[in-house]
């Protein structure tokens, strides 16, 4: 099975800090790729596509280096509302969306 | 519109029991998939349904069997539980199968088998 790698955290951050997580995949020919968003005890939720030229959508932008094979998601200007665990997802043609493990975000006042 | 719902919310087992998992959703989604999330795991895939009437076998199908008993529902089945089954289980649906297209989620089926 391809993995997904992921820096489990936790990150903790103060509001208004700047954070980064890094996501790593193995598989060079996969096409798409995204970040879900699970907050403590629901479900995921998507946060947004990653697409091959970047995709920003308000203080969060998610960017794909294929040459190093990992996707990043940036967070500006953290908010308490954002403390959630973040899910880096792979999807490989004709077979399945592959989780990665999360990334724990944690925002303090 | 509810999205995806799952029943029950909790359940607990105790070895050997059988029971399923009800899942539906009203978004008119033609693909329906089952996953559990374990700690420190990602979530896996069980089986999944890529339209009414068909289903097949996704990552960890061993002690599972599913059900698209029509567009709207898709049931999880444990025939004789173990506790390697204590998990949360997420049924979610999408446009179609397997493509980058979001994947929606139930709020999850907390069982714990003892």
Known sequence: RKEVEQDPGPFNVPEGAT???????????????????????KEPKLL??????????????????????????LIRDS????SATYLCVEYQ????????????LSVSS | NAGVTQTPKFQVLK??????LQCAQDMNHNSMYWYRQDPGMGLRLIYYSASEGTTDKGEVPNGYNVSRLNKREFSLRLESAAPSQTSVYFCASSVRTLSYNEQFFGPGTRLTVL
């Open chain 1, 19 to 41: 954070v980064a997580f890094n996501c790593t995949y193995s598989n060079s020919a996969s096409q798409s790729f995204f970040w879900y968003r699970q907050d403590c005890r």
């Open chain 1, 48 to 73: 947004m596509s990653v697409y091959s030229s970047g995709n920003e959508d308000g203080r969060f932008t998610a960017q794909l280096n294929r040459a190093s094979q990992y996707i990043s998601l």
């Open chain 1, 79 to 82: 908010k308490l509302s954002d």
């Open chain 1, 93 to 104: 043609a004709g077979t399945a969306l592959i989780f990665g493990k999360g990334t724990t």
């Open chain 2, 15 to 20: 070895t050997g029991q059988s029971m399923t």
